[in-house]
């Protein structure tokens, strides 16, 4: 108990200091998103973004220290490894999720849920896609570590780049906060997406937990989750006009990636240039050399039939009102 006392002093003590030395910058352009459920492939795609040059993203190294990476700068070696659900390489430098700051922050995340499995039923209070505002006072440290993400850049007029599959289930407050942010979001095969999700959360639970995580609690979980996903889906593209809001497929993200990142881009209205061209496009090739396992178990998932048909259809109409035009092959 002592141990933890300590701990949280000496958190609180350096986000102070950090606070005295890093001042957050407001952000002068409206963030981007990436959304789209855990599993649908939005690490890809904020890769491939990022590489472009055109934004400002939380690194890794900055997300897993938010009290204090500003304090201690850059690690001066960009380690690597691969998560506990794939293969996948995260080093310290890669575009990351801010939800791991805004867990260590203390603020109301899922992933809590990975430190204590017994809390998933809980948390999924979480996935309500019905509220229209956050406690944005709450929220204040999240948005400070955005600001210093974008001051220790040196970039305050850069526009940042989000992407946390649990901005999904915060995009109608979030999109109120940030009336012009441009968002995509990514589709993939609602079995694949389920069937991996499984996968991916015992992974953490075993990796990160005080327990295991019960089967049928993370059904119940996931069976809402997908759900939440379709009605904040069908939301956006009945709300959001082209030009903001931009729907793609996996498929063909694997398939064309350069010309699906150039595509969003020009669909957002920003600058494609040769250098961001060979920049993606060596992102591309290093993702194909480390693709991670394939979602390929068989297992019983016709339990969330209803679910799975409500993100398709979510997913069809999404795509014939907000789609990505297919790049040529």
Same mark, same amino acid.
């Given at each position: 108990?002592?141990?933890?006392?300590?701990s949280?002093?000496?958190?609180n003590?350096?986000?102070?200091?950090?606070?005295?030395?890093?001042?957050?910058?407001?952000?002068?352009?409206?963030?981007?998103? %990436?959304?789209? =459920?855990?599993r649908?492939?939005?690490?890809?795609l904020?890769?491939?973004?990022?590489?472009?040059? $055109?934004?400002?993203?939380?690194?890794?190294?900055?997300?897993? $220290? =938010?009290?204090s990476f500003?304090?201690t700068?850059?690690p001066r070696?960009?380690?690597?490894?691969?998560? =506990?659900? +794939?293969?996948?390489?995260?080093?310290?430098?890669?575009?990351?999720e801010d939800?791991?700051?805004?867990?260590?922050?203390?603020?109301?995340?899922?992933?809590?849920?990975?430190l204590?499995?017994s !809390?998933?039923?809980?948390?999924s209070?979480?996935?309500?896609?019905?509220?229209?505002?956050? +406690?944005?006072?709450?929220?204040?440290?999240?948005? +400070?570590f955005?600001?210093? *993400?974008?001051?220790? +850049?040196?970039?305050?007029?850069?526009?940042?780049?989000?992407?946390?599959p649990? @901005?999904?289930?915060r995009?109608?407050?979030?999109?109120?906060?940030?009336?012009r942010?441009?968002?995509?979001?990514?589709?993939?095969?609602?079995?694949?997406?389920?069937?991996?999700?499984?996968?991916m959360? @015992? &992974?953490? /639970?075993? @990796?990160?937990g005080?327990?295991?995580?019960? #089967?049928?609690?993370?059904d119940?979980?996931?069976?809402?989750?997908?759900?939440?996903?379709?009605?904040?889906?069908?939301?956006?593209?009945?709300?959001? =006009?082209r030009?903001?809001f *931009?729907?793609?497929?996996?498929r063909?993200l694997?398939?064309?990636p *350069?010309? /699906?990142?150039?595509?969003i881009?020009? !669909?957002?209205?920003?600058?494609?240039t040769?250098?961001?061209?060979?920049?993606?496009?060596?992102?591309?090739q290093c @993702?194909? &050399?480390?693709?991670?396992?394939?979602?390929?178990? %068989?297992? #019983?998932?016709?339990? $969330? #039939?209803?679910?799975?048909?409500?993100?398709?259809?979510?997913?069809q109409?999404?795509?014939l009102?907000?789609?990505?035009?297919?790049?040529?092959?």
């Amino acid at each position: 108990m002592l141990w933890y006392r300590w701990s949280q002093w000496f958190f609180n003590y350096q986000l102070k200091m950090q606070r005295g030395l890093l001042k957050p910058q407001p952000l002068q352009i409206d963030p981007a998103f %990436v959304l789209g =459920p855990w599993r649908s492939g939005t690490t890809y795609l904020h890769e491939l973004l990022s590489a472009s040059s $055109a934004f400002t993203c939380p690194r890794t190294w900055q997300c897993m $220290a =938010p009290a204090s990476f500003g304090i201690t700068g850059a690690p001066r070696i960009n380690r690597s490894q691969s998560r =506990p659900m +794939d293969s996948f390489v995260v080093s310290a430098d890669s575009p990351q999720e801010d939800e791991l700051a805004l867990l260590q922050l203390g603020l109301p995340s899922l992933y809590r849920a990975w430190l204590d499995p017994s !809390r998933i039923g809980e948390l999924s209070g979480l996935l309500d896609s019905e509220s229209e505002a956050l +406690d944005w006072a709450a929220y204040q440290p999240w948005l +400070d570590f955005l600001g210093q *993400v974008a001051a220790l +850049d040196g970039a305050g007029s850069k526009q940042l780049l989000l992407k946390s599959p649990n @901005h999904t289930f915060r995009a109608v407050a979030l999109l109120n906060r940030f009336q012009r942010s441009p968002c995509v979001w990514i589709h993939r095969s609602p079995e694949q997406i389920l069937r991996s999700n499984q996968r991916m959360w @015992h &992974a953490m /639970c075993r @990796h990160y937990g005080l327990a295991l995580l019960r #089967d049928a609690d993370l059904d119940q979980f996931l069976l809402k989750a997908l759900q939440r996903s379709a009605d904040v889906l069908n939301r956006l593209s009945s709300t959001l =006009p082209r030009d903001r809001f *931009v729907v793609l497929e996996l498929r063909a993200l694997r398939q064309s990636p *350069v010309e /699906c990142t150039r595509a969003i881009m020009q !669909r957002w209205g920003r600058e494609w240039t040769p250098a961001a061209e060979q920049a993606v496009s060596l992102v591309a090739q290093c @993702h194909v &050399a480390r693709q991670g396992q394939s979602d390929t178990e %068989v297992s #019983d998932i016709t339990w $969330a #039939d209803t679910a799975m048909e409500a993100l398709r259809n979510a997913q069809q109409r999404s795509l014939l009102s907000h789609g990505l035009e297919r790049p040529p092959s």
